[in-house]
Every structure is written in structure tokens, then in C-alpha cells.
């Protein structure tokens, strides 16, 4: 399976909207809960940021998820 | 499930490795593979960088592995 650069930070951008949503949050909220700036938060859903592992780790903790299923598109949740 | 924020660059740094030797791939082999530099896939096992997505794309496409497969700790391969 061949995974274009890009794609990387399209799905992430595309599941920590989904999984923010599937929670009923507002960017605040998920901004609140992970500890990053709220406009830095809308950035990582616009694909505009090379996002690192840390900061990944930090938003799957707020969402209460595991690094594989933050990256599973299967799971809704 | 708490997942501290060192936690995903350890899970990445483990897995990186785990699935290099996998294959039966020198450092050298994944680095060539990957476009990254030998002495970063060595910093990448050590846990030594916060490594963006766009790098964890390149080493999962290199690895023709998907992201979900990358972080999931379950598959030796």
C-alpha cells in the first residue's frame, strides 16, 4: 500500500476532526483538553501543520484514544 | 487509556525497529528506502526526535505498512 506524503497529515487532520466531533467538541474544548491553542487545533484539521509525534500523543490522550485507533478510519469513535 | 506524551515517540521509536529487523533491514536499508538519513533512523529508534507526520508517512510507506498497522503493537510485521 502505497501512502503519499501528504496523506499523512490528511488523515490525521480528517480523524482528530471526526473524533473531536463524535464528541460533541467544539475546538475549544479539544483545545482545553490537550493543552494546544485552540487555532493550532483548526490548523492540524486544515492539513496546514507537519504535526510531531508529540503533539500527536497529546491530542490522542485528550480524546481518550489509542495511537492505533486514532489512525484506525474504521472506528467512528 | 492515558498516553503520556514520551509514550508515542517510544511506541514509534519501538515499532520503527521492530518492523526494520522485520524485514531483515540494516538501518542503512530503511534509510535508502525511506529517503531519511541513516544517522536519523538511528535518532528515530533512540527516541531522539519528535518526529512529524510527513516522517512517520515516509517510514510507513517505506515500510508498506498503513499508519494504523504502524502503531499497532499486535502486528510483528
Redesign the interface.
Given at each position: 500500500?502505497?501512502?503519499?506524503?501528504?496523506?499523512?497529515?490528511d488523515?490525521?487532520a480528517r480523524r482528530i476532526r471526526e473524533l473531536r466531533l463524535a464528541r460533541g467538541w467544539a475546538q475549544d474544548r479539544l483545545a482545553e483538553e490537550s493543552g494546544l491553542h485552540r487555532t493550532y487545533i483548526g490548523a492540524i484539521e486544515r492539513s496546514e501543520h507537519?504535526?510531531?509525534?508529540?503533539?500527536?500523543?497529546?491530542l490522542?490522550?485528550a480524546l481518550?484514544?489509542?495511537?492505533?485507533?486514532?489512525?484506525?478510519?474504521s472506528k467512528s469513535k
Open positions: 500500500m502505497a501512502l503519499k506524503e501528504r496523506e499523512g497529515r488523515t490525521l507537519n504535526v510531531g509525534i508529540d503533539t500527536i500523543a497529546k490522542a490522550n481518550k484514544i489509542s495511537l492505533k485507533d486514532l489512525f484506525d478510519e
